[in-house]
């Protein structure tokens, strides 16, 4: 095996392409499969992945590999296979895609570098700036007073080149230890014939010997209150020794959890274990939908599937959603298997991050928990994967490659012929679907587990508050029974949602919203920084005081941000105890964590919040739960509107009456008939299903049709419009007759970041030809996607339109 096939690190390159290289004689011998390696490419050098290792290529004169990053591999033969399939299935490209799977902190950063190429005269200020040497950085000629004029001049001429450096980099993190290497008696007899003015020495050594163990060098400086100047002389005695040990960064304090012994099941919840066990045990790749109300248990169920699993020496990945990765649902794992855990999601930071994945790697740990990207967690030995609260859209990546957490895992399970698990009280239509058909295995648990009942759920018609003369956000009868809440000391979770709540600026007399003069989207307000600040770029401006248009004074925020529900209800019920829970109060580390621990202590009565807080919260005070507008959901221009309503209050409801208390649930609504809230309050989920289908079916959506979303974007609309509307003759020839393609039609939000988008669908039932067709269409417009900043972005199956 002399040449290795390598995916490279070219962001901007549209193809699949996977390169030939020379693999040089000093490497045949420890380069593997699934190691990243620095090749050259073009004047660059660069990072890439060895996909295959092989004898011969069709290519002449071969580039040998430079060197390789890596000792052992990264990418298993599993996940090489998952990649390639990933790419070819969402459309993306396989660079993207295998950084997709792997922590950041294994990304290669470049250096950009200018290599002087001629020992003749340069330019006056170039001399300068090389100073006689044959490398310079470009961030140092960037700050030179080089004319950029001269160096392209000189670029040009063939006297200098630009090159890319790979930067190495070890994000692993190492500390350094005091350890004794002598033997007692040894140290006890150094410590005999020093004299008193070498009393610190004494105390240290004294204090080593009785330690018995290595301390790190940072704790023992402190704790001896010296220097590491002091401690040379028992170094250069060979009596201690300095270790340098890679240690974890570790993101939860273990010790602080509490272990957790199984529980005794409820039949519904052994009869559905029994099913999941059994298709573990015959080796079988079923798919469980795993519907269960709000407290059935669904979650025991998952801890004692996967204890079966690694009773047989495999291992389990549970996803949840990012936004319920609270300590409390965190805790359960741990609290259940101990050190055997690992858990990955983004408000780690970029090296707990690399440390949870390098103990999968190592074997270290039996089980992962994490947000969408940890179903690519490295285990070789597979055997469970759990996706919780499966309706929830942030398993759908939203930016290359535009994968499903879902189809990956069902894709690993297949490889590993294990089962897999979707969890929901609230199934997506498309899940559900399938179960009924027996494309997937339903389980169905309809009681709570606690015997607790389900919260009754009140609704309000905020039309009549409006006409008995109350203008604030809050019903009289949610005010009511916040106030019984507060003298009955027992706690209250009130939700507002954020999508249909932010904060914008209105001119009063001339009706203009202050927008972002970059994206078609309204300024948010930010009150903290006392900015307005577009949530699509990164825009923002300092608040106005006349307007921008008229030059009027009378300019205000509308709208209703967290901040603003909490000053009123504050007015309203000074002596209630709030917590305010949303992007702004929990931008720094640690702050979500602090903020439930402040609750759950009771130190504050309400839990204000956005849509973090509608899941996995499990506080046992909490009997009520409020709605405090539950149209804003579905008044999205989007076919899973009611679907998302739905789900949503079903969820909250769950937050009320977990356990011994009975919970009351209200929902505010100014369209309080809406059917989708009106099944969500009866706790209907299959009379919801029927209508939900019934509608999808008579206006042609999922799960009866499939969608493809292309969005075309460029910086001058006539363009952008052109191009898709050519896409859309294409489409409308090569596919089947069945096939709808709806558009061209300007996009929900026609221009982000100052380009103009457009968007055409593909609505169809069966297409065996859609990813040739669209594939054909992309190399079409290749050159023209590099040359004239167009771009063409494909979303087979979007989630959010
Ligand atoms: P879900 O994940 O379906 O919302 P959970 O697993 O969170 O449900 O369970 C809800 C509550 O019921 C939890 O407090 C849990 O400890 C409890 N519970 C679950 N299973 C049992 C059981 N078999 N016996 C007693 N209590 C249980
Ligand atoms: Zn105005
Ligand atoms: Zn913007």
Known sequence: MNIAKVVVDVPASQINRVFDYLIPDHLTDTIEVGMRVIVPFGPRTIMGYVLALTDHSEVEGLKPIKSLMDIVPILTEELIEVGKWLANHTMSFYISTFQAMLPQALKADYHKLIHRLTIDQLPESLERAFAGRDYLDFDELEASDVPLSQ?????????????????????????????????????DEYTAHLTNQAKKQKLMVEFLVDLNEPILLKTFLTKMKTTRQTIKPLIDHNLITLIEEEVYREPYDDQAIDRTAPLKLKDQQAEALTAINQSFDQQKDDVFVLHGVTGSGKTEVYLQAIAHVMNEGKE??????????????????????????????????????????????????????????????????LGLIIIDEEHEASYKQEDHPRYHAKDVAIQRAKHHKCPVILGSATPTLETYARAKKGVYQLLEMPDRSNLSEMPEIDLVDMRDELHAGNRTMFSRKLIEAIKIRLEKQEQIVLFLNRRGYSTFVMCRDCGDVIECPDCDI???????????????CDYHEAVPNKCPSCES???????????????????????????????????????????????????????????????????????????????????????????????????????????????????????????????ARNYDYQGFFAKEMALRKAFQYPPYYYLTLITVSHPNPNRAQEVTRVISQLLNKHLSNET??????????????????????????????????????????????????????IDLQPYQL
């Open 316 to 381: 389990a990945i549970v996803l949840v959603p990012e936004i319920s990765l609270t300590p409390q649902m965190v805790n359960r794992f741990k609290g259940r298997f101990g050190s055997d855990v690992a858990v990955m999601h983004s408000a780690l930071s970029k090296g707990e991050r690399f440390d949870e994945w390098r103990k999968v790697q190592r074997k270290e740990v039996k089980v992962v928990v994490g947000a969408r990207s940890a179903v690519f967690a490295p285990f070789e030995n």
């Open 522 to 536: 309204s300024l948010t307000y930010h009150r903290k920084q006392n900015r307005l600040k577009c949530h699509y």
């Open 553 to 679: 004074e009378t300019i205000r925020y509308f709208g209703t941000g967290t901040q603003k529900v909490e000053e009123s209800l504050s007015q309203l019920i000074p002596e209630a105890r709030i917590i305010r829970m949303d992007v702004d109060t929990t931008q720094r580390k640690g702050s979500h964590e602090r903020l439930l621990k402040q609750f759950a202590k009771k130190q504050a009565d309400i839990l204000l919040g956005t849509q973090m807080i509608a899941k996995g919260l499990d506080f046992p005070d909490v009997t009520l739960v409020g709605v405090l507008a539950a149209d804003s959901l579905f008044n999205l221009p989007d076919f899973r509107a009611a679907e998302r309503t739905f789900q949503l209050i079903t969820q909250v409801s769950g937050r009320a009456g977990r356990h011994h208390l009975t919970g009351e649930v209200i929902v505010q609504s100014y369209t309080p008939d809406h059917y989708s809230i009106d099944y």
């Open 151 to 187: 160096f392209k001049q000189s670029l040009d001429d063939g006297d200098l080149e630009v090159i890319y450096q790979v930067k190495r980099k070890d994000n692993i993190k190492k500390q350094t230890f005091v350890k004794k290497i002598s033997s007692t008696a040894q140290l």
């Open 740 to 793: 709808k393609i709806l558009g061209p039609t300007p996009s929900p939000i026609e221009r982000i970041k100052n380009r103009y988008r457009f968007q055409c669908m593909i609505k169809y039932k069966y297409e065996p030809n859609q990813h040739n067709v669209l594939a054909r269409i992309l190399q079409y417009y290749e050159d023209m996607m590099r040359k004239e900043d167009l771009l063409i972005q």
